[in-house]
């Protein structure tokens, strides 16, 4: 038996992102002008985001440089560990190979932080002052509060509100990072009155807290916005996990056929999945990449590939992806980072082409997952991270059905340090499923209907 961690050394890590827009056989469509239906230029997002990562969002460019600073900041976490989840293995009893990569070494203790510090330096550099942002479970808020922190900005999140109430200590790690939390829906901003007058009991979404952050840039010249997940750059900025995957399968002299991460926005899965994909676009492996997202927020497995808003309120371009509807308010489930009404357009695209696939899981059995996996390998993941070990272990007991040793890797984006009431509910037996039905998706999906070119 091999050794079971696998860590590069601070001179090995990757020194470029990878853009799999160059490879993709179907290029994405672009992102429309919501009145006049017309493909956005770059210029249409510059109130909103510095120039280098407008570039970045559009560029065809197959490789792009990691600056110096962002390399520097990489290195107070990065690399971070593979490692095989041996101890799992054999609770499973399969003959799976399971490696997962481990992105809670982070400074906010998930991958989140890849973007944050890459979208950080960028605004610094051209003069911002300010960053604006949502946040849902409050991983992304977090990673950029520290990452303004790092390169000298003020940081301003605004918290979806089920969240801020359920996890009081992720705001406390904002704060001591620096940054100012808002309850979202607030009544700070002309978005956040609108939604508390139609629901005056909102929990709340990410949808409606992109909306808030969105409107503070647009006001204010020194301040800008900046997204967590969903957008090229952000995926792009990801790609440095799955760069490091690949060199660390090579010591583990080993490739993965399946490869899982859980779905949000996409930002993650991108992260870790699109370097290896870039050997199947390019027809050397033949490997499955599956998105695994909530069963109370099933974009990609029940929602409509189509054009639509990527907040509540109507402020973003028309993005071409899988969505519910902007405005589909998710069920309150533990996993907040997986509340979001959409998948990135390159993940959407991807799935669309069937290059790679999508998996749907309810909560109870990701936190069984969670709680045989922390038995097992010592680390208590996110609930988010929960989805892609409940999907490990479903290939796994496939596997051993089928006495196939395939070798399976999972990212495991983030511990659940911060999620005790999550594991408290479930350990006490209080968790439940919700069964989300056909009608609520149909009723948010014909809106965005509307909106088509
Ligand atoms: C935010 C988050 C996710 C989901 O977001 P993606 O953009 O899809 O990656 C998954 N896991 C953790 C720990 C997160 O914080």
């Known amino acids: 038996m091999k050794q079971k961690k696998y860590y590069l050394s601070e001179d090995q890590i990757p020194k470029q992102w990878y853009n799999i827009v160059a490879d993709m056989p179907n290029k994405p469509l672009p992102p429309l002008d919501p009145n006049t239906k017309k493909p956005i230029g770059p210029e249409a997002l510059a109130p909103l985001f510095p120039m280098a990562v407008i570039l970045q969002e559009v560029s065809q460019e197959r490789y792009i440089d990691i600056p110096e600073e962002v390399l520097e900041k990489y290195k107070i976490y990065r690399p971070s560990p593979l490692i095989r989840a041996t101890e799992l293995e054999k609770a499973l009893d399969t003959p799976a190979r399971i490696y997962y990569k481990y992105e809670g070494v982070s400074p906010s203790g998930s991958h989140k932080t890849n973007t944050a510090l890459a979208q950080a330096y960028y605004n610094a550099k051209e003069g911002v002052k300010k960053i604006t942002t949502e ?27 089920v969240s801020f109430e359920q996890k009081p200590y ?3 790690v904002m704060n001591t990072f620096g940054a100012n939390v808002i309850s979202s829906p607030s009544n700070k901003t002309e978005s956040g009155r609108h939604v508390l007058a139609k629901n005056p009991n909102s929990t709340g979404s990410l949808g409606i807290a992109i909306s808030e952050a969105v409107e503070m840039a647009a006001k204010d010249e020194h301040t800008k916005y900046s997204l967590g997940s969903v957008l090229n750059h952000v995926l792009l900025h990801q790609t440095i996990i799955g760069e490091e995957a690949i060199k660390q399968f090579e010591m583990a002299e080993d490739y993965p056929d399946i490869i899982i991460a859980p779905l949000g926005g996409g930002s993650n899965f991108a992260g870790l999945a699109f370097p290896f994909l870039r050997s199947k676009l390019k027809g050397e492996k033949d490997i499955r990449a599956i998105a695994v997202e909530s069963s109370s927020c099933p974009k990609l497995t029940r929602g409509t590939f189509m054009y639509d808003f990527g907040d509540t309120e109507g402020y973003t371009p028309l ?24 998948a990135s357009v390159l993940c959407s695209q991807l799935l669309k082409d069937g290059l790679i696939e999508a998996s749907a899981l309810h909560q109870i059995e990701c936190f069984e997952a969670g709680k045989l996996f922390a038995k097992t390998e010592a680390i208590i993941p996110a609930p ?13 007991k496939i596997c051993k059905e089928r006495g196939e040793a395939k070798t399976i890797l999972f990212n495991l984006s983030g511990h659940g340090f911060l999620d005790m009431s999550a594991y408290g509910d479930y350990n006490a037996g209080k968790l439940t499923d919700y069964e989300l039905p056909q009608s609520k998706i149909d009723e948010s999906v014909l809106k965005a209907e509307a909106l088509q070119p």
């Not at 946040?135 to 979806?160: D, K």
């Not at 992806?321 to 998710?330: A, C, K, N, V």
Request: overall charge negative; glycine content about 12%.
């Open 135 to 161: 946040t849902g479970a409050g991983q992304w808020g977090s990673a950029l509060a520290y990452a303004c922190s790092q390169f000298g900005l003020e940081c301003e999140v605004y918290m979806v509100k």
């Open 170 to 172: 992720r705001k406390i």
């Open 319 to 342: 993005l071409p992806m899988y969505t519910l509807g902007h405005d589909f308010e998710p069920a309150p489930i533990h996993a907040g980072g997986l509340r979001y009404h959409g």
């Open 384 to 396: 988010e991270s929960n989805h892609a070990i409940a999907q490990v272990i479903r290939e796994a």
